[in-house]
């Protein structure tokens, strides 16, 4: 039992499991799953699509702060990707075309991942600190986004385009095939190989890592540009979402959710060890909180205050601090009296 109380995702799992029973309370049937035309709806399929883009996003800043990094741009560079492909399909011949959309997809990505490059090169060779690195980008991004866009809201009708948003596939919604094919794909590079270890090494400590033979400056900048193209790919499905290329909203905060989520998981702001499993259990706290929220008839915009409360409420149960008093209240007072005498 006392495992388990450890455990670093057992009070993220406590307040994602809360947040169920509350909805269920509120909602009897939000558990339920039903087939409609061999697909699947419900809550929780809604509440997994809709928690697709913020899972891209979290993975990408998982493995930034791994290496002591934080991308603030990934909001905007979710806004450009959704720009440039929402732009490239409406200015086509033909938009209801696959091949007009893989190209579009394409394009998209290949921006992101020249950004990503560019933080990279920021942080890695300029030796700007992350946050301020990715700052100017996270500024710069939307408005780049808005002469992409012209300063409209581009809209565009492309069935090809709207199934990476709002499509199905075996039943399953696309979103979240993408997203959990990038979640398996992203643990098995970094837990069956050697690269998750590095990248820890380089959190832990970067000059160490060097003098061990580990390329420092490439994987700190790999993992900017693999940041770029996950959040490319969840703006994407923003755009695809709503088939509107929005410059000012779309994917706005998200980078402040992800963030969240990477905390929560249990990953430490100061690099190093990190989890992708407690990543994907704050994604899901942070998108059942605020679908909780909503089903509560609350307005929209108090969510980040809800959202605070349960962050700051895990991290207090998981911090050290009182990690330590809990321990101590458990202790038998024998082994607490015998413990001063053994040191």
């Keep these: 039992m006392n495992d388990l109380l450890r455990h670093r995702l057992f009070w993220p799992v406590v307040a994602l499991v809360a947040l169920v029973v509350a909805n269920t309370a509120h909602q009897p049937d939000f558990l339920a799953i039903r087939t409609l035309d061999g697909h699947l709806f419900g809550s929780l399929i809604n509440l997994l699509r809709q928690g697709s883009p913020l899972l891209l996003v979290a993975l990408g800043m998982t493995l930034v702060i791994a290496t002591r990094g934080i991308d603030l741009s990934v909001g905007a560079v979710a806004a450009i990707a959704g ?33 990503g490059v560019w933080n990279g090169f920021l942080v890695t060779v300029l030796g700007i600190q992350p946050i301020i690195a990715t700052l100017v980008l996270m500024t710069a991004g939307r408005g780049i986004a808005m002469l992409i866009t012209g300063g409209q809201i581009t809209t565009v009708t492309s069935a090809p385009f709207k199934a990476i948003g709002t499509g199905f596939w075996l039943g399953l919604p696309i979103p979240v095939i993408i997203a959990a094919a990038v979640l398996v794909g992203v643990a098995l590079l970094t837990r069956r190989t050697a690269l998750g270890m590095l990248i820890e090494s380089v959190g832990v400590n970067p000059p160490a890592a060097r003098l061990a033979g580990v390329s420092a400056r490439g994987l700190t900048w790999s993992v900017y540009v693999v940041s770029a193209l996950f ?77 605070a409360v349960v962050v700051i409420a895990v991290c207090l149960a998981q911090s050290p601090a009182v990690r330590e008093r809990l321990a101590a209240r458990r202790r038998p007072p024998a082994a607490a009296a015998t413990t001063p005498e053994v040191a």
């Design 83 to 115: 720009a440039i492909g929402l732009t490239f399909v409406a200015g086509a011949g033909d938009p209801a075309s696959p091949a007009t959309v893989a190209i579009a997809c394409a394009l998209a990505l290949g921006v992101c991942a020249v950004l």
């Design 231 to 307: 959040s490319g790919l969840a703006g994407l499905m923003i755009a695809a979402n709503t088939m509107a290329a929005d410059a000012n909203n779309a994917g706005l905060f998200i980078e402040l959710d992800a963030i969240l989520a990477v905390v929560i998981g249990g990953t430490s702001l100061a690099g190093g060890k990190f989890s992708l499993s407690g990543t994907l259990v704050g994604v899901l706290v942070i998108q059942t909180l605020s679908l909780t929220v909503t089903m509560l008839g609350i307005s929209p915009s108090v969510t980040p205050l809800f959202k």
